[in-house]
């Protein structure tokens, strides 16, 4: 059966001083800033940029369009997903995805699910959360949906 074969790679990234990208992992046409850790097992698209010092652990995926502030920590198995199937399949039209804004010093526990949406800073995402609406004051926020647990 025919196929074609495409190896991971790391290709045309704007990367900062003292980077570190552990391979396997797909990281293209995107920006890491200083201090920038990207764990084994990460895909990390086109037009997206990544803040100084944030962390970002293994197996998680950041799509197309997602800005990361500084000293962040994006726990395992994290994903981010900015096409919402408005029209029940995927849309073809990039211009039309949702763009992912996570302010300064967030924290996203493990597999937590981020969609079309902003997370303001300093906020904590509890593990397995679902965020489908904006984050405009900071806190903890966990479950599907997330929702506002207590003050920080």
Not at 39 to 51: D, L, M, R, W, Y
Request: with cysteine; hydrophobic share 40%.
């Amino acid at each position: 059966m025919p196929y074609t074969q495409r190896n991971v790679q790391i290709r045309n990234v704007k990367a900062g001083q003292d980077v570190v990208i552990y391979q396997p992992a797909n990281v293209y046409d995107c920006a890491l800033g200083d201090d920038v850790f990207v764990g084994p097992f990460v895909e990390i698209q086109a037009n997206t940029s990544i803040g100084r010092g944030t962390k970002i652990q293994s197996h998680t995926f950041i799509c197309e369009y997602v800005t990361v502030g500084e000293n962040c920590f994006i726990g395992h198995g994290v994903m981010f997903a900015n096409d919402m199937f408005e029209a029940g399949k995927p849309n073809p039209d990039r211009d039309s995805w949702a763009r992912i804004r996570v302010g300064n010093d967030v924290s996203v526990g493990s597999g937590a699910t981020i969609l079309g949406v902003t997370i303001c800073d300093g906020a904590v995402i509890g593990a397995g959360s679902v965020v489908t609406k904006d984050i405009t004051v900071k806190g903890v926020y966990a479950g599907n949906p997330a929702r506002w647990l207590r003050a920080l």
